[in-house]
Structures are given as structure tokens and as C-alpha cells.
């Protein structure tokens, strides 16, 4: 069982642009109507550094937006070696991203990385797509992926809390 006040999540994609910000701001705000954003701790990062410091690419924020999430206070940041021992759940995007996590979590401290569509089985995929090359289209169809994973995995945590 989990510690009340210690559940800590941690959204991974590649960049920390597209995929994890989205997926931060949507548990957010679904954690902050549910009431339990004292309990619940939130944040991404990537695996690569490309865009650190930079906010959630535009089209992101702008399907964000447009379903009532603002992502603009969000950063990029890449994933330090202490995530590993901070955060309960780190969630990946995919399998590329999952391996790379994989391959940098201390040993003992697996059990903390998942798919994040681990938590949605019901959506018939396992990655949530890169939507970056991609038009509009593509960034609402993570956008859906993300609330339905949002909310199987605050299910999750809700059980885990008892």
C-alpha cells in the first residue's frame, strides 16, 4: 500500500513536448477535480534533452486548450538518475522509451516503470504515438489516449491507497 502522501507520478516521452506534458496536464487537472492533488504528485520528463527548458509544443498546448488544460506552465526536462527513487509510477509512451528507462533504472526499482497504456487496456494499444511529424489529427488521438489512460491509472493509485 501506498503512503497517502508520497504517490508520485512521472509522464516519459522522448523530447517532453508532445506526449508527457500532455499526459501531465490531463492527469493533473482530472487529479485536482477528483480533490486529491495533496496526495497525488505530478510531473514528466524525457529521455533525451532536446528541448530542455522549453514549454509543451504549441500544438500540444493548442488541443490542450481546446479541452479545457492549459499545459503553458509546463518545462521540458530530461529524466535524472533520482526519478528513479522519487516517483512510484514512471509511465512511458512507448517501448523505445520504456527500454531506455529500463536500461537506466537502478537495480530493484523496476517495478516503478510501466506503458502508460498499461492503464487503458481497453484502447487495443500499447504506445502512445509520437504525434510531433504529424497534423492535428494525430495530437487528438493522444490527447484521447491520455484522458483514458489518465483515468484507469488514478483507478490504479485509488486501489493501491485503499
Known sequence: MLDKQTVKVLFVCMGNICRSPTAHGVFRELVRREGLD???????AGTHAYHVGNPPDQRAQATARTRGIDLSDLRARQVEPLDFSVYDYILAMDEENHAILMQQCPPGEEHRVHLFLDFAPEQGVTEVPDPYYGGAQGFEYVFDLVEAA??????DIRGRLG
Open 38 to 44: 495533496r496526495e497525488i504528485g505530478i510531473d514528466s
Open 150 to 155: 489518465s483515468r484507469g491509472l488514478l483507478a
